[in-house]
């Protein structure tokens, strides 16, 4: 008997331009498999840090016991105003591709992109363009744009941030300027038609190679929308704030706990670490971006392992754990989207 091969994440989310309820359902479970067996990495990489501490397991869950619950909750409720600022530079877009979607069923799909954080290059995210394909009728692969775009857009505003940190930070300029180039590579082909092609033709082969070639007009005709000064001018006017906000997670949580820190070093440490595990091209960042932390929380406000290695869990159950907990529950809500 001829065993059939397993269909890759990639070749469902590519090969079709429609997707049925049942079509869209598998895909989305499949996903979150992935995503579930990430954040339970996750949670490993939490457990070694507290382990390999200098006080030990029991030492860090004590801190984390005793910190100041009400300050710890600001650092949740400035992740959720990053989300909810990034959220109208998502809406823009949809305006400039000209897709009508009542703003409530827009912001239920854009939370249930945060379920997605935890697979690999976030491709989980494309997703959403079948649940907006589902609403609005537009075109499959017209609508990934906005996808990628506000990906990109994100991680501009961290290169935007740290530009403006190296000049308060001169130190960090040999760390943070390599990294900005790296995370900036791999988006070339996104925002340069050219290079999208010479990629597709001399790079990439097989079925990844065919599904571009198939819908690269239908995309770029979309992509070249978005791709001028006046999108990217205004994208920064989100993204900047929403990655402040987003790197104040790591003041309230070290004052929670009785730190004695900054904003503006707080801020270094959360882009530092972002970008650092950004780079390392893991999932989530997981391992890379938590090691980076706790290491520059305990050089930056002279605190022993075990209380930046507590700061660091928390850091990151706020930012990373709150996103992905937050959008797999809007994701079951947009399921309701499917079902007519």
Same mark, same amino acid.
């Given at each position: 008997?001829?065993?059939?091969?397993?269909?890759?994440?990639?070749?469902?989310?590519?090969?079709?331009?429609? =997707?049925?309820?049942?079509? &869209?359902?598998?895909?989305?479970?499949?996903?979150?498999?992935?995503?579930?067996?990430?954040?339970?990495?996750?949670?490993?990489?939490?457990?070694?840090?507290?382990?390999?501490?200098?006080?030990?397991?029991?030492?860090?869950?004590?801190?984390?016991?005793?910190?100041?619950?009400?300050?710890?909750?600001?650092?949740?409720?400035?992740?959720?105003?990053?989300?909810?600022?990034?959220? =109208?530079?998502?809406?823009?877009?949809?305006?400039?591709?000209?897709?009508?979607?009542?703003?409530?069923?827009?912001?239920?799909? &854009?939370?249930?992109?945060? *379920?997605?954080?935890?697979?690999?290059?976030?491709?989980?995210?494309?997703?959403?363009? &079948?649940?907006?394909?589902?609403?609005?009728?537009?075109?499959?692969?017209?609508?990934?744009?906005?996808?990628?775009?506000?990906?990109?857009?994100?991680?501009?505003?961290?290169?935007?941030?740290?530009?403006?940190?190296?000049?308060?930070?001169?130190?960090?300029?040999?760390?943070?300027?390599?990294?900005?180039?790296?995370?900036?590579?791999?988006?070339?082909?996104?925002?340069?038609?050219?290079?999208?092609?010479?990629?597709?033709?001399?790079?990439?082969?097989?079925?990844?190679?065919?599904?571009?070639?198939?819908?690269?007009?239908? &995309?770029?005709?979309?992509?070249?929308?978005?791709?001028?000064?006046?999108?990217?001018?205004?994208?920064?006017? =989100?993204?900047?704030?929403?990655?402040?906000?987003?790197?104040?997670?790591?003041?309230?949580?070290?004052?929670?706990?009785?730190?004695? +820190?900054?904003?503006?070093? +707080?801020?270094?440490?959360?882009?530092?670490?972002?970008?650092?595990?950004?780079?390392?091209?893991?999932?989530?960042?997981?391992?890379?971006?938590?090691?980076?932390?706790?290491?520059?929380?305990?050089?930056?406000?002279?605190?022993?392992?075990?209380?930046?290695? *507590?700061?660091?869990?928390?850091?990151?159950?706020?930012?990373?754990?709150?996103?992905?907990?937050?959008?797999?529950?809007?994701?079951?809500?947009?399921?309701?989207?499917?079902?007519?």
């Amino acid at each position: 008997m001829i065993k059939r091969k397993k269909e890759r994440i990639w070749d469902r989310i590519a090969s079709k331009k429609k =997707f049925s309820k049942k079509d &869209y359902f598998n895909l989305t479970r499949a996903i979150m498999i992935i995503v579930a067996a990430l954040m339970v990495v996750s949670f490993a990489v939490f457990f070694a840090i507290a382990y390999f501490s200098n006080g030990g397991i029991d030492k860090v869950f004590t801190y984390m016991l005793t910190a100041n619950g009400i300050i710890y909750m600001l650092a949740f409720l400035f992740e959720f105003l990053s989300i909810f600022i990034r959220f =109208f530079k998502w809406e823009y877009y949809m305006k400039v591709l000209g897709i009508d979607i009542p703003i409530f069923k827009n912001f239920m799909i &854009y939370l249930s992109l945060y *379920a997605m954080n935890l697979t690999p290059g976030k491709i989980g995210r494309v997703v959403s363009a &079948y649940s907006i394909n589902k609403v609005s009728k537009h075109k499959l692969f017209g609508l990934l744009p906005i996808v990628s775009f506000d990906i990109f857009t994100d991680f501009l505003g961290y290169v935007l941030l740290s530009l403006i940190l190296v000049i308060i930070f001169p130190s960090y300029l040999p760390i943070l300027i390599p990294i900005d180039v790296i995370m900036l590579l791999p988006f070339s082909f996104i925002i340069s038609p050219w290079l999208f092609n010479i990629i597709k033709k001399k790079v990439f082969r097989g079925r990844f190679s065919e599904i571009f070639a198939f819908y690269g007009d239908e &995309y770029f005709a979309a992509q070249s929308k978005l791709n001028n000064k006046k999108v990217y001018l205004i994208s920064a006017i =989100f993204t900047l704030p929403a990655a402040v906000m987003t790197s104040l997670s790591v003041y309230f949580t070290t004052q929670a706990l009785g730190i004695h +820190s900054d904003v503006l070093k +707080s801020i270094l440490i959360y882009v530092v670490s972002a970008m650092v595990g950004i780079a390392s091209l893991i999932p989530g960042t997981i391992g890379s971006a938590d090691l980076t932390m706790t290491t520059l929380i305990a050089n930056n406000f002279n605190v022993v392992n075990t209380l930046s290695a *507590a700061a660091t869990i928390m850091i990151r159950v706020s930012t990373l754990w709150f996103g992905v907990i937050l959008g797999t529950i809007f994701l079951f809500y947009t399921f309701r989207y499917w079902k007519k």
